[in-house]
């Protein structure tokens, strides 16, 4: 009878590299990479560990990755957040899980016969999401008013409006043209939309009697991420409207395991963006 051999000890320095490796964000940004390759027919990867500066922010970094469509020259500016074991939870400010098709977006516009357009705009993406307003993460102060989530949506923000400016004159002059530029954070964390009635609201104590959780593929939050802010102008002042929603940007936070179906789904109605800037 042949002797076997004893089983091969793993290398404590193997172990030890790999737990480095695994402590950092790294391997969750190559993971989605390779998915877009292989998975998300219509969108490649335009731009890796893309270098900015913003000088309107003082802000500059390194943007995760861009996603591009082939058709439409749209671009997806991914900001990767790796956590353990974290669950986020979102609210909206009046508890509705009320779906919505509106998205703040950059867009890049050289139509014909009209000056051309370069900023952000609401329009119609129909990808129905709940929209939020606040972001709530376990052990996040209550007093923390610039909190975890809009520290990292105000640097993707100002990341997106420098790369949307560095890329301003790509384009084709004998023919109109338009590209949209979409904020997005893609996270292993697990989310969840609080739904609640108003009535479950206690002002003795600040807190929610009831509440229920919907667990999420992505979601909308739009808030006044921008450091770059846009002065209130008199007509904002007295109109009807509440002026605060020019100031106003979005993101699209996807769970990791559902970011290529959401390049699927992703698409603008064009016709929203024929009338940019008319």
Known sequence: MTPTSPP?????????????????????????QNAVDSSAPGWKISH?????SNPNTGQNGFIDFVVKSDETSDSVVVECKRVQNASWLFLGHTGSPKATEVFNTWATVFPEARPPYFG????RVPLPTAEAQ??????????DKNTFLEKLAAELVSSTEALATEEREYRNDSRESCRLYFNVIVTTA???????????????????????FHRVPYIRVR????????????????????????????IF????????????????DKINVRAIGA
């Open 190 to 212: 697990s989310l969840y939309f609080a739904e609640f009635d108003n009535e479950s609201l206690d002002l003795t104590d600040g807190t929610l009697e009831t509440a229920k």
């Open 253 to 268: 936070v996807v769970e990791a395991a559902h970011f290529v179906n959401f390049l699927r789904e992703l698409n603008v």
């Open 48 to 52: 890796r560990e893309h270098a900015w």
């Open 134 to 143: 606040f972001c709530c993460v376990r052990g996040q102060s209550a007093n």
């Open 8 to 32: 091969e000890q793993p290398d404590p320095l193997d172990a030890e590299l790999l737990r480095v490796i695994n402590g950092s964000g790294f391997p969750l940004q190559i993971a989605l």
């Open 223 to 250: 808030k006044q991420f921008s450091m770059r802010l846009k002065p209130l102008t008199q007509e904002d002042f007295h109109s009807r409207y509440d002026p605060d929603v020019g100031r106003e940007n979005s």
């Open 120 to 123: 952000w705009v609401d329009l």
